[in-house]
């Protein structure tokens, strides 16, 4: 009766699981390889591969694509058809006019859109982390910075599964997504992805997606403060006056903004520019003008300086503002959002000796680690 009982449970833990969208480590990642924004109206594909399109299955070395009226044409047989799907036998390479090189050895499949062709790759999960780590973060970083990234990587990609789902395929190739390596990469990001295979955050039965900036400055940022995962908290990066992430270039910063360039942010005349509201590791969350009814949150504020003065100027809200005769001196230290894991804070801290496990529980002492089986 008691081996009956737990059976029944063992089988509806499954069920629950299955039903929460928890994926298997070896789950295949449908990629979208190019901006819906930017998509080629030719594609060119060289290598051994299997093409199948309206029934018919044939062999090629060389194919091109092109987007025409709605449907995609074949080059050199004329004939039109909704969609085209390759088995590579050996890698492959896509050239388009638009988009960099990519060399891919999975199952592709190309469909039209308005804009032109679209190529979505059947990437397996741990391809996917290694080419996410080879974009995200340099490969001659500590090996244990690299492990780091790349359990964020993978739990980033579970939890993203069907994000895309209306454009045809779960995650982009973007940042809105994570940035992913269409040529093949390095040794040491496959390394690194092999020492944590299957390892990613979770809450409760679930991957999070982990968010991660370049340099924190000091303290990372609250994330529900901005609008990201209100989970991940405002953390010390490493000991006062020793952030782990000291050693970046962007660690600390000056600029001054005049009042034409503050008009310019808040889109009035210019006032009085001060700081509303602080989050609990000292991140703006909130600016405006004295005697103006205007106000910003920080978020929008690094936004609207980036797209005014370029993205080098404001690099973050971790800052303080002084007045000097009709300017006023803008003191900020770390680059990016500030959410999540340092990415200069985890070279530091695998440079002290930290492993990558000690390194995401300090990020992200709010997730656990898990293994996907």
């Not at 000991?239 to 942010?265: I, M, N, Q």
């Not at 205007?294 to 300086?305: A, K, T, V």
Request: glycine share 10%.
């Amino acid at each position: 009766m008691q081996r009956r009982s737990l059976a029944t449970r063992l089988f509806v833990v499954c069920l629950l699981i299955a039903a929460s969208g928890v994926c298997r480590a070896d789950r295949v990642v449908r990629v979208g390889l190019w901006p819906q924004q930017r998509l080629p109206r030719r594609v060119t594909v060289t290598g051994a591969m299997t093409v199948e399109s309206s029934g018919r299955a044939w062999t090629a070395r060389t194919l091109s694509i092109i987007a025409s009226q709605g449907s995609l044409t074949i080059a050199g047989n004329g004939k039109q058809a909704m969609s085209v799907q390759i088995r590579p036998r050996g890698p492959v390479t896509l050239r388009t006019q638009t988009s960099p090189l990519a060399v891919l050895n999975c199952k592709l499949r190309f469909r039209p859109s308005s804009a032109g062709v679209q190529c979505v790759a059947d990437v397996p999960l741990e391809e996917y982390t290694a080419r996410v780590l080879a974009r995200e973060m340099p490969l001659d970083w500590p090996p244990e910075a690299l492990a780091a990234q790349a359990v964020v990587a993978r739990s980033t990609g579970l939890a993203s599964f069907h994000r895309h789902a209306a454009d045809g395929y779960d995650v982009c190739s973007l940042t809105h997504c994570q940035l992913f390596s269409a040529i093949p990469v390095s040794p040491v990001a496959v390394a690194a992805v092999r020492r944590t295979t299957g390892w990613a955050l979770a809450r409760g039965a679930r991957p999070v997606r982990a968010p991660f900036c370049s340099t924190c400055g000091g303290w990372t940022a609250d994330g529900g403060a901005i609008g990201m995962e209100e989970w991940c908290r405002a953390v010390r990066d490493g000991p006062a006056g020793a952030a782990y992430c000291r050693e970046s270039p962007h660690f600390s910063w000056k600029t001054v903004l005049t009042r034409r360039d503050v008009a310019a942010v808040f889109r009035e005349a210019s006032g009085e520019f001060v700081v509303l509201r602080r989050d609990s590791g000292g991140r703006v969350t909130r600016v405006g003008l004295k005697g103006h009814s205007q106000s910003i949150d920080g978020g929008e504020f690094l936004m609207r300086c980036g797209r005014t003065f370029g993205w080098a100027r404001i690099k973050s809200c971790l800052l303080s503002i002084k007045s000097q005769r009709g300017s006023w001196l803008v003191s900020g230290h770390g680059l990016g959002h500030g959410v999540g894991m340092c990415q200069c804070g985890a070279r530091g801290m695998a440079k002290e000796g930290k492993s990558w496990r000690e390194i995401l529980k300090h990020y992200y002492s709010a997730a656990e680690l898990r293994r996907w089986p």
